[in-house]
């Protein structure tokens, strides 16, 4: 089996530019694929930087447009981010192929580091997950919108305090002398699939998914799925407080995930961790939990 060329649709950014050139070296490595080619893409999400990501929040503010590249074959491979797919209204004509790598799943200071952060210290970032569990370590911590490609994050850092980053954006961009920080997953916990690069091809391009078969990591891809699972249930999107991170026994295939769920303003926050074998049935019912004894709390208050 082989096919000559695999048009790869992506977000025209630095780091999704990077990720699509990884993926296609990938392919080409698993000596199936001749070349590729990189369809470019300009997202809702690239396009209007002016406004914070809450206000734009509907699901696949930064995928839509890569995907319909697909649909309408100007490209055969949708590259994303894991962590920016939507976890419904998904094309039925889309499968998640492949998840053929993932990074450090954990986010990075830029500027201070934690324990240098004291009362009133300025925090940049543009996400709700990040907000609520670095407030509960930094009381009083002062949170301002961070938008823009890395290299224009990085340029927004507030002095004598920090900017939040992904981790895995940093290593992919060859930046990490710039992190002050790596968090721990025990401080925060990492946003639904961050790390790991999804791909997308259209259902009924059977040998192009057997193709991306060949490249895809099937620990990583498990443990997204569990991720996606939970936030699937939840019915969160971009913006949700919400965060979930999944590993796999190399030994039993055991998956662990842990995740949480808190309101807006932080006030209420309940994480819980559970393990199984299936991914989606695990990722289901830890939300179920989760959902449960948030309620009871709410009624409580």
């Known amino acids: 089996m082989s096919i000559s060329v695999v048009r790869l649709a992506t977000r025209s950014s ?70 920016d797919l939507p976890s419904s209204n998904i094309p039925p004509e889309l499968v998640l192929a492949s998840v053929p790598m993932r990074a450090d799943a954990r986010d990075a200071l830029v500027g201070a580091k934690l324990r240098e952060l004291g009362d009133g210290a300025t925090i940049a970032t543009g996400s709700a997950r990040r907000r609520v569990q670095l407030a509960a370590l930094v009381p009083g911590a002062r949170f301002v919108e961070l938008r823009g490609n890395i290299a224009t994050r990085l ?64 620990a990583a891809h498990r443990a997204v799925l569990a991720e996606r699972a939970y936030l699937a249930r939840l019915g969160g999107g971009c913006d949700a407080p919400v965060g979930a991170y999944a590993t796999v026994d190399p030994k039993t295939s055991e998956i662990t995930l842990e995740a949480l769920i808190a309101s807006d303003d ?15 049935e695990l990722g289901r019912s830890l939300a179920e939990e989760l959902i449960s004894a948030f309620a009871a709390i709410s009624e409580r208050e």
């Open 266 to 280: 932080g006030s209420r926050m309940i994480r819980r961790t559970s393990r199984g074998d299936n991914p989606v």
């Open 155 to 218: 340029t927004k850092v507030p002095h004598a305090g920090a900017a939040v980053f992904a981790y895995a954006a940093l290593v992919r961009l060859e930046l990490t002398d710039r992190a002050s920080e790596v968090l721990g997953v025990e401080s925060v916990l990492p946003q639904v699939g961050q790390g790991a690069i999804a791909l997308r091809c259209r259902a009924s391009d059977e040998e192009l998914r057997e193709v991306l078969s060949m490249i895809d990591d099937v």
């Open 14 to 83: 630095p780091l999704a530019l990077v990720q699509s050139h990884a993926v296609g070296r990938r392919l080409i490595e698993s000596g199936h694929v001749s070349s590729y080619e990189l369809v470019r893409v300009s997202t809702e999400g690239d396009i209007r930087l002016d406004v914070a990501i809450a206000e734009i929040a509907r699901q696949g503010v930064f995928t839509a447009e890569v995907e319909v590249a697909v649909l309408d074959g100007r490209a055969d491979v949708a590259v994303h981010s894991a962590k």
